[in-house]
């Protein structure tokens, strides 16, 4: 019980070392704080140089990527009619292969099935433009729903129509 208690002198002796070790620390710690703050001013200085030379890079550049940039400007506008060829030739048959087939194909989720008269006469008796329009924006009957143009919205009116007019077509 006795090693518990301390006297005041050999207390103070303590709080004096712990204050003088304090000290040491803190001087220590400025001394570090110093150092990693010199070197963080060198590589701030480099960085700033490698930052210059980016800059003297991309300055100097664009004169090699002018040389470069011709030829591809004037491949450009030759490849540039093969897209349009190709949206022009989409036949119905495409679209619905990719766009359609997919719930038609098998009369998934209430869809009418593809060929299938008894699933369709009701519905052509409606007309064509009512069919396309249900197609192109979407249409929730008795059945299930048909998603606006199947689900795919980047394909046109004219697309979607075509693909309705294959369904048609082909109702036997
Ligand atoms: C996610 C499944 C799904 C896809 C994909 C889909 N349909 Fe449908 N479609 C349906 C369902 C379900 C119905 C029936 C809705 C009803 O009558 O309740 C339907 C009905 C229709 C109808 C009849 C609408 C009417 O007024 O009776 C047409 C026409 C049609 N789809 C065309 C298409 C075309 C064209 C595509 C492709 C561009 C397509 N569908 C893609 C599910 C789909």
Redesign the pocket.
């Given at each position: 019980m006795s090693d518990n208690v301390m006297s005041d002198s050999r207390f103070g002796r303590i709080f004096g070392i712990m204050l003088a070790a304090m000290a040491v620390l803190t001087v220590v710690l400025i001394i570090i704080a110093n150092i990693i703050g010199s070197t963080l001013k060198d590589e701030m200085a480099s960085l700033k140089d490698q930052a210059k030379k980016n800059e003297l890079i991309a300055r100097i550049e664009p004169i090699g990527k002018i040389a470069f940039g011709e030829p591809a400007e004037t491949a450009q506008p030759e490849a540039a009619p093969a897209p349009e060829a190709q949206a022009e030739a989409v036949s119905g048959e495409a679209?619905?292969n990719s766009?359609?087939a997919?719930?038609?194909g098998q009369g998934?989720?209430?869809?009418?099935k593809f060929a299938d008269a008894g699933a369709w006469n009701d519905?052509i008796a409606?007309g064509t433009d009512?069919?396309y329009t249900?197609?192109i924006q979407g249409?929730?009957?008795?059945?299930?729903?048909?998603?606006a143009?199947?689900?795919?919205a980047g394909?046109s009116d004219d697309q979607?129509k075509a693909?309705?007019d294959y369904?048609v077509d082909n109702i036997k």
């Amino acid at each position: 019980m006795s090693d518990n208690v301390m006297s005041d002198s050999r207390f103070g002796r303590i709080f004096g070392i712990m204050l003088a070790a304090m000290a040491v620390l803190t001087v220590v710690l400025i001394i570090i704080a110093n150092i990693i703050g010199s070197t963080l001013k060198d590589e701030m200085a480099s960085l700033k140089d490698q930052a210059k030379k980016n800059e003297l890079i991309a300055r100097i550049e664009p004169i090699g990527k002018i040389a470069f940039g011709e030829p591809a400007e004037t491949a450009q506008p030759e490849a540039a009619p093969a897209p349009e060829a190709q949206a022009e030739a989409v036949s119905g048959e495409a679209t619905y292969n990719s766009a359609c087939a997919m719930c038609h194909g098998q009369g998934i989720a209430g869809a009418p099935k593809f060929a299938d008269a008894g699933a369709w006469n009701d519905r052509i008796a409606k007309g064509t433009d009512t069919l396309y329009t249900n197609a192109i924006q979407g249409f929730k009957g008795a059945a299930g729903y048909m998603p606006a143009k199947g689900g795919n919205a980047g394909l046109s009116d004219d697309q979607v129509k075509a693909a309705v007019d294959y369904i048609v077509d082909n109702i036997k």
